[in-house]
């Protein structure tokens, strides 16, 4: 049943990929066979069977490779810095992956994030730009782990955001994309980022209770002076009428 469905198949997956491909095809074919009829030769209908017992019109089908592509990050608090990233990424290929750093790589390359593992990959899996996940990759792409990207995940392109990604002695920790010719950049978003908000509920709860000792200590003294800054900072990522429809679903 299988084969039968199969063999009839490609008729309509003809029509619907390749539309004007398939009408030529289809134009040529019935000239062959109305000449060959003509002059005593075959028909039609055999000259369409061996076309399709061959497989030609399956491999025709025009059929694009899909392109996978895949961003890595904390995605600590989520907000909509990380959701245009995502949204970008998503534009340079067909299916995104994305893989949420682990709690230990973040502890050792940028301190402890606020939410754990499993709450980041979480928010990550609800976003609609978001096909698959991979949790607790790692902070820096090493060779072992790109090449289990590409071989074992089919990725296509590695994505990060333009502002650099530096590890704790100083080097790119996307070099060996780069170096493979693997590596795309998306613009990132002015404004925001998961430092930036940790900072600001810390002003918020300076200003409401006065600034007790913890959050002086966490702020490391400035705290005034980085409030301040903080709260005159304005956001860039406008919600003009383009915005709206590039997070919208289309409609
Ligand atoms: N990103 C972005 N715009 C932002 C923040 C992040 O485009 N305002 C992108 C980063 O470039 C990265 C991805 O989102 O490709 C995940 O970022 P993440 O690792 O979570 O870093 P930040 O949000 O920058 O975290 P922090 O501010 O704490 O460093």
């Not at 061959?54 to 895949?70: A, D, L, Q």
């Not at 698959?132 to 792409?141: D, G």
Request: charged share 20%; aromatic share 10%; proline share 4%.
């Amino acid at each position: 049943m299988a084969m039968e469905y199969e063999s009839n198949n490609w008729i309509w997956d003809g029509v619907y990929y390749c539309p004007r491909l398939f009408g030529g095809l289809m134009l040529t074919a019935a000239l062959l066979g109305l000449s060959t009829t003509y002059f005593g030769g075959i028909g039609l209908f055999p000259l369409s069977y061996v076309w399709s017992d061959s497989g030609i019109f399956h491999k025709m089908k025009c059929e694009k490779k899909r392109i996978r592509v895949y961003m890595d990050g904390c995605f600590d608090l989520m907000h909509y810095g990380h959701a245009n990233a995502l949204r970008q990424a998503k534009a340079l290929g067909d299916e995104l992956v994305v893989g949420v750093v682990s709690d230990e790589e973040i502890i050792a390359n940028k301190g402890p994030p606020v939410l754990p593992m499993e709450e980041r990959l979480a928010l990550v899996s609800g976003l609609k730009w978001v096909d698959q996940v991979i949790a607790n990759a790692p902070y820096a792409i090493t060779e072992q782990f790109m090449n289990s990207l590409f071989n074992e995940h089919k990725i296509d392109y590695i994505i990060h955001g333009d502002d650099p990604c530096l590890l704790p002695d100083g080097s790119d920790a996307y070099a060996l994309a780069k170096k493979a010719g693997r590596y795309k950049q998306i613009k990132r978003t002015e404004g925001v980022s998961s430092t930036d908000i940790v900072g600001r509920i810390l002003c918020s709860v300076k200003d409401t209770e006065g600034g007790g000792d913890y959050t002086s200590t966490l702020l490391n003294g400035d705290s005034g002076e980085r409030c301040h800054s903080q709260r005159a900072q304005i956001s860039q990522f406008l919600p003009t009428s383009q915005r709206i429809v590039q997070f919208s679903n289309g409609k």
